[in-house]
């Protein structure tokens, strides 16, 4: 029953800024953790950011460029991303999940694509 969609991916030429959005439906719940992974061409998944009450996480290859921020209220995410990279071109999976039951979903992916 849970839903989770991301928006905001496209074409952007390497030095731009997209912003992603993952919304939730279908609970009226929050989630403990919500974040962003990635995957390239031939590459494995790889975490991006996540963000919690707690914790904010970033990977190495983002941090200074990227920042996640969450509107609890609506089980929201977001990530802003700043000079973006070739490296960058990946499919961005958002993921949602609670702690209580280990309940983990995930979006179906937008499209980042950076050329140079």
């Known amino acids: 029953q849970v839903q989770l969609v991301e928006s905001g991916g496209g074409l952007v030429q390497a030095g731009g800024s997209l912003r992603l959005s993952c919304a939730t439906s279908?609970?009226?719940?929050?989630?403990?953790?919500m974040g962003w992974y990635r995957q390239a061409p031939g590459k494995q998944r790889e975490m991006v950011a996540t963000?919690?009450?707690?914790?904010?996480n970033y990977a190495d290859s983002v941090k200074g460029r990227f920042t996640i921020s969450r509107d609890n209220a609506k089980n929201t995410v977001y990530l802003q991303m700043n000079s973006l990279k070739a490296e960058d071109t990946a499919v961005y999976y958002c993921y949602a999940r609670r702690w209580s039951n280990t309940a983990t979903y995930w979006g179906k992916g937008t499209q980042v694509t950076v050329s140079s």
């Open positions: 279908g609970s009226n719940l929050s989630f403990n953790e």
């Open positions: 963000k919690t009450t707690l914790m904010t």
